[in-house]
């Protein structure tokens, strides 16, 4: 009978016994604006990939509140970040999820296990295959004389092999009619294609004064130049307040691209409205692609 009614929930795969570990890669700076412009669910990818690029994280050191020495999902790409989500699923009639462990087998629990394919209440609920359960929320309510008392708790799964998973998500009392739970998602981060020109009189004759590169969205416009050999040059252009360097860009297209100006840059570009401090610009602002073209060392053209 038990087994019959875990069933109508869940249906189960095991996959891999093993468990790695890679270097953290960093979330973009920028992707989670409070005014997002683009549905981020166009960067979600095929359950294949996601299984794929899945991996734990452990850190030597505490941090970002978690303890030293316990793993986290991450991911094995740059190109790529783990979001969270919360969803809220109902439990009437089952979940309607299946999972899979892509690592396990290990003495402790941990491991790696993701959603294969959603249907009813976690199709509803947002769910989509390639997901990893993180954590989960539910919520009693007891009765005291003639008070009701709500109470609710969270329950960790980040990390946790399949069965582990499997006898959290099943230990939950029938009265308990829905559940929060903490999602992870694998997405693609959003890329810009940049044109950079530089003025004819700082390249050799019959040389092109232009370059091409790739910025990931949530990037600093002048960090993310730099570090693809982009040189600042300007002699006679003065400093900049705020990085000390000679950072000032023109914006030809995709100025929509970049993250809006502060009052501070409002001012200093009211003659120059193509024109950002490019130190306090971010690409790619609200998760959004596409195309920049820019001029960099604006004195010497």
């Known amino acids: 009978m038990k087994t019959a009614w875990i069933l109508t929930i869940f249906s189960f795969v095991r996959f891999g016994k093993g468990f790695t570990t890679s270097n953290a890669v960093r979330k973009p700076l920028a992707l989670f604006s409070e005014s997002l412009t683009v549905d981020a669910n166009v960067y979600n990818v095929p359950t294949e990939k996601a299984a794929e690029l899945w991996t734990a994280t452990v850190n030597a050191e505490p941090r970002g509140g978690r303890p030293a020495g316990m793993p986290y999902l991450d991911t094995k790409s740059k190109d790529y970040f783990v979001d969270d989500l919360e969803v809220a699923i109902s439990r009437d009639g089952g979940m309607g999820m299946n999972l899979i462990e892509l690592a396990g087998g290990r003495d402790d629990g941990f491991g790696i296990t993701i959603v ?3 249907s009813g209440n ?27 008392m709500e109470k609710t708790e969270q329950y960790d799964c980040e990390c946790r092999d399949f069965d582990e998973t499997i006898g959290l998500l099943t230990s939950f009392a029938p009265e308990v009619k829905s559940l929060i739970l ?37 990037e600093n416009l002048r960090q993310g130049l730099m570090t693809r050999g982009i040189v ?26 970049l993250s809006p100006k502060g009052m501070t840059e409002e ?35």
């Not at 993180?134 to 003639?146: E, K, L, P």
Request: overall charge positive.
């Open 122 to 148: 976690a199709e509803k609920a947002g769910i989509i295959p390639g997901d990893s359960i993180a954590s989960v929320q539910a919520q009693t309510i007891t009765v005291d004389g003639t008070k009701e």
């Open 116 to 118: 294969e394919s959603a």
């Open 267 to 301: 001012k200093l570009m009211k003659n120059n409205p193509k024109c950002r401090v490019s130190c306090k610009t971010i690409v790619g602002y609200g998760m959004s692609e596409g195309n920049i073209r820019l001029r960099v060392n604006l004195n010497e053209w």
């Open 182 to 218: 903490n999602i992870k998602r694998i997405r693609r981060v959003p890329k810009l294609n940049v044109v950079v020109e530089y003025p004819p009189s700082q390249c050799a004759e019959g040389a092109d004064n232009k370059e091409s590169l790739q910025l990931f969205a949530g």
């Open 232 to 257: 600042f040059e300007d002699r006679d252009a003065r400093k900049c307040d705020y990085c000390g360097g000679k950072c000032m860009v023109r914006i030809d297209t995709g100025m929509q691209l």
